[in-house]
């Protein structure tokens, strides 16, 4: 069974930081482009970054760029969204995902995606 779990959500004050963690089971992310996206009840999910195989190609969604980073460790199967100087705005449901393309560049778009995790709530609230 091909499984994806998100954690490290919370509450935490505007200006804060968290680090959300997404750990696959049944399958190596090593071989795998992975992604996060965030949804408020009521809109669309957004894309917000990615990674593709080989780690060599990072994008960030405008709203995040400069603020958040994504990085991979194949050893712990893990994929982490290090996200700073965080704003209300950044309030939200997240989530990751895998696909098992993108040797070149990965796209933060959920019809790129097959796999997906439950996500993990994050609060930005003083």
């Known amino acids: 069974q091909l499984q994806l779990v998100e954690s490290g959500g919370g509450l935490v004050q505007p200006g804060g930081s968290l680090t959300l963690s997404c750990t696959a089971s049944?399958?190596?992310?090593?071989?795998?482009?992975i992604g996060w996206f965030r949804q408020v009840s009521g809109k669309e999910r957004e894309g917000v970054s990615c990674?593709?195989?080989?780690?060599?190609?990072?994008t960030y969604s405008d709203s995040v760029k400069g603020r958040f980073t994504i990085s991979k460790d194949n050893a712990k199967n893990t994929v982490f969204l290090q996200m700073n100087s965080l704003k209300p705005e950044d309030t939200a449901v997240y989530s990751c995902?895998?696909?098992?393309?993108?040797?070149?560049?990965?796209?933060?778009?959920?019809?790129?995606?097959?796999?997906w995790g439950q996500g993990t709530q994050v609060t930005v609230s003083s």
């Open positions: 990674i593709n195989i080989g780690g060599n190609y990072i």
């Open positions: 995902a895998a696909v098992d393309v993108g040797l070149g560049l990965c796209r933060i778009m959920p019809t790129w995606f097959d796999i």
């Open positions: 049944g399958f190596d992310l090593e071989t795998y482009s």
